[in-house]
């Protein structure tokens, strides 16, 4: 564990020994579970960050393939003729947002 990890271990030990002796009453344990409380939040708070960033990036990612395809199906359905290369371009561009969302979800 990293020095900072572990001091701030230490001293919340501390804290709860020296409380904990001191007394017990209902407000000791309150103030102790803040205290244990700010503590998780502080140590944990890049991964509660990433964690959030990339459900958000996932989110947004969900809804690509659908649109792709709904953009793909209305010009199917419009009877215009597709260009090869336009429809090289979707399927390349789907691939692309399906592996971006596999490799998302899997992070």
Do not use: C, W
């Not at 803040?34 to 990036?57: F, V």
């Not at 792709?68 to 597709?82: D, F, T, V, W």
């Not at 090869?84 to 399927?91: E, G, L, M, Q, W």
């Amino acid at each position: 564990l990293p020095k900072t990890k572990q001091s701030l271990r230490s001293k919340l030990r501390d804290r709860f020994m020296a409380k904990s002796s001191s007394s017990s009453s209902s407000s000791s344990s309150s103030s102790e579970s803040m205290i244990l409380t700010k503590a998780l939040l502080q140590s944990q708070k890049s991964t509660l960050y990433l964690t959030g960033a990339l459900r958000l990036l996932n989110t947004l990612i969900q809804a690509f393939p659908a649109l792709i395809i709904a953009r793909l199906l209305r010009q199917i359905e419009a009877g215009s003729a597709l260009h090869p290369s336009h429809a090289f371009r979707s399927a390349l561009l789907l691939v692309s947002v399906l592996s971006a969302k596999m490799v998302v979800e899997n992070a």
